[in-house]
């Protein structure tokens, strides 16, 4: 038997969570961007080594809903945490505790299993931001360790696997050993096309993209061919998304070709279509297609 279970990442947006669980894996599953409600699926990280394997749950950030794609969003990462066997809770030193994290604390009280607070981004605190923000929240009586980390130095990375370990129950490995995640790769390849609209889009344009790859063609001595369509819900973003000359759409696809590339080990030729989808973010039934994407 080794160490096995299902570990929850929770924490408001732009936190740093997908960076840590890129991190801990060594590898690029989930996209990072400082642009808010980046992350939109539940997607289970799949870390494995001779004595273990974590299940890394990656949850959309938590924040105060303002349409209906924020709200099934916040309804998808509160809807993550059943079944856990181990909570991270991860923040920044911002020293007082915001009142969004402490209206939500009541919530999490009752979830059953430890909760182990991180406390990222610590290689830009000043002064006693680190133990002053470890001070508050150990008062709320909410977590059993406090660990200070930082994703993008790789700090304390080492030393919080081995504290989740010790924090798992013994059980079997739930996927094969070398399966990275339990999405597909053609939602993988989305994600990071969708990464490189948000790299490059401004304003509300990235939030009213989505992304579906519609075909991948592996051809003998050649590259790899992706055809994939980013969707908008608006016809003056398809022209943003363009943009004069092309020179828009032609900028998202270098920036994500050669992380499919690294994803799939081949040269890829990747054809990127932008297509109106009108409202699609305000259609119920279209916003949970997306989301359910696998």
Not at 168 to 176: D, N
Not at 204 to 218: G, H, W
Not at 249 to 254: A, E, L, S
Not at 268 to 289: H, K
Request: hydrophobic share 40%; with cysteine; charged share 25%.
């Amino acid at each position: 038997m080794i160490k096995s279970g299902l570990v929850g990442v929770l924490g408001q947006t732009n936190v740093g969570k997908s960076s840590f669980i890129n991190a801990i894996l060594g590898r690029k599953l989930l996209i990072v961007s400082s642009k808010r409600q980046s992350t939109r699926a539940i997607i289970r990280c799949i870390y494995n080594d001779p004595e273990s394997q974590i299940v890394f749950v990656d949850t959309p950030g938590l924040h105060r809903p303002v349409d209906k794609l924020s709200r099934l969003l916040l309804k998808q990462a509160f809807a993550a945490l059943r079944g856990l066997d181990l909570l991270l809770y991860m923040i920044e030193p911002w020293i007082e505790i915001p009142p969004y994290d402490q209206k939500l604390f009541a919530e999490l009280q009752a979830l059953p299993g430890e909760k182990f607070l991180l406390i990222n981004k610590i290689d830009r605190a000043k002064g006693a931001q680190v133990p002053e923000t470890i001070k508050r929240y150990a008062q709320t009586g909410l977590f059993q360790e406090f660990i200070p980390i930082s994703c993008l130095k790789k700090l304390n990375l080492d030393t919080t696997l081995q504290l989740v370990k010790r924090a798992l129950p013994e059980g079997p490995r739930h996927f094969p050993a070398d399966q990275p995640t339990d999405r597909s790769e053609r939602f993988i390849i989305a994600e990071f096309i969708r990464e490189a609209v948000y790299q490059y889009a401004q304003q509300e344009v990235p939030y009213s993209a989505y992304v579906t790859v519609n075909k991948i063609e592996r051809r003998r001595g050649g590259p790899v061919l992706v055809q994939a369509e980013i969707a908008v819900s608006r016809r003056s973003q398809r022209g943003i998304l363009i943009g004069r000359g092309g020179q828009m759409i032609k900028r998202i696809g270098q920036a994500a070709r050669p992380q499919i590339e690294a994803l799939l080990g081949r040269p890829v030729y990747l054809e990127l279509e932008v297509r109106l989808r009108q409202d699609w973010n305000r259609d119920r039934r279209r916003l949970l297609a997306v989301l359910g994407q696998r």
